[in-house]
């Protein structure tokens, strides 16, 4: 299946977000994961399904500021 | 309140845009802004806001120069090295434009002055470089209902995003909370480049002053994301989350805390995801 991962169209096996996750090798905990602009909550990540076409944002924690 | 004729001749290019003209100056010195943090991102938001007029900058920072954040801090110059940081900043907003009045707290952004200092305020710049501050302020925003102008940066890459409380996604709709302690290095450990905290805070001041003139379309659910290796700009679309445990519809925070500061230790290479 297509699915846009940070803007970029990537062809991935069938599979739930943290599934996609693994394989792009991020620690769950690092990111906050959108789905079609929708949050996903963290508990959620196994039982969300990714689907042909969608649209993932892994966003990372970035806590700099001085 | 008018302006004198150096005022005018020093807001002119402002005044003769239609977007801002006298009325838009006006309100731009009559705005008051509060900056938490007088480092990387709090100084080219204070440097611009002074520039610009701003009537009242707040600034809150409880460390001294040092010798390492000249590299970024632009706020602060060599001779500074030791002094507060809040009062090297005075100076500095103080030689750009006489009009700015500065209040300076010598002290930490905590949960228990966070909302007396910030109530005076029109609006909140997050200029701090840890997660549980960044949490603090952005609750601190929603329960005195501030506009609060999220950044953050790290190595080459900055964020930034407007929060108007109760109307666009908070940072908690999206982030939740810290990640777990050692996970996330900060800027003191893993590097920034300097000038990325200048891109980051320039779009800040430019979010606070949009806010203030009521004018474009501000930078509310959207994320914008910075990477300067690549020179790019992405855009992440987003929303207010139902489930978020402060501003969502079922909320669990009804008054400031403080997360646990992290303990500083940089996160296992190999676990660095896609870029």
Sequence with gaps: MQVTINGKSEDLQAGNVMEVLKHKEVDPHMVAVELNTQIVERDQLEATQVKDGDKLEFLFFMGGGR | ??????????????????????????????????????????????????????????????????????????????????????????????????????????????????????????????????????????????????????????????????????????????????????????????????????????IQATEALKIILGIGQPLTDRILDFDAQKTAFREIKTKRNPKCKLCGDNPEITKLFEHEQEVCQLRTPGTVGVT
Excluded: W
Excluded at chain 2, 21 to 26: A, D, S
Excluded at chain 2, 61 to 84: A, E, I, K
Excluded at chain 2, 87 to 116: C, G, M, W, Y
């Design chain 2, 1 to 202: 309140m008018s302006f004198t004729e150096d005022q005018i001749t020093r807001y002119s290019r402002h005044i003769l845009l239609p977007e801002v003209g006298g009325k838009g100056q006006k309100k731009i010195s009559q705005a008051k802004v509060f900056v938490v943090g007088a480092g990387g991102l709090g100084s080219p938001v204070a440097l611009y806001l002074a520039a610009a007029g701003i009537g009242t900058i707040g600034l809150i920072d409880s460390d001294v120069v040092d010798m390492s954040n000249l590299q970024r801090q632009v706020l602060h110059h060599t001779p500074d090295v030791g002094r507060s940081k809040v009062l090297s900043a005075k100076a500095k907003i103080q030689a750009i434009n006489p009009d700015v009045k500065v209040e300076t707290h010598e002290a930490r952004f905590t949960a228990e002055n966070a909302l007396e200092l910030i109530t005076p305020y029109d609006i909140v710049i997050d200029g701090v470089d840890n997660f549980p501050a960044k949490f603090l302020i952005n609750d601190a925003c929603y329960f005195a209902d501030k506009p609060l102008v999220h950044g953050g940066i790290l190595r080459f890459e900055g964020r930034v995003f407007s929060i108007i409380p109760k109307k666009s996604a908070c940072y908690r709709c999206i982030f939740k909370e810290p990640p777990p302690p050692g996970l996330v290095p900060s800027c003191q450990e893993a590097g920034i480049i300097g000038v990325v905290a200048g891109i980051i805070g320039t």
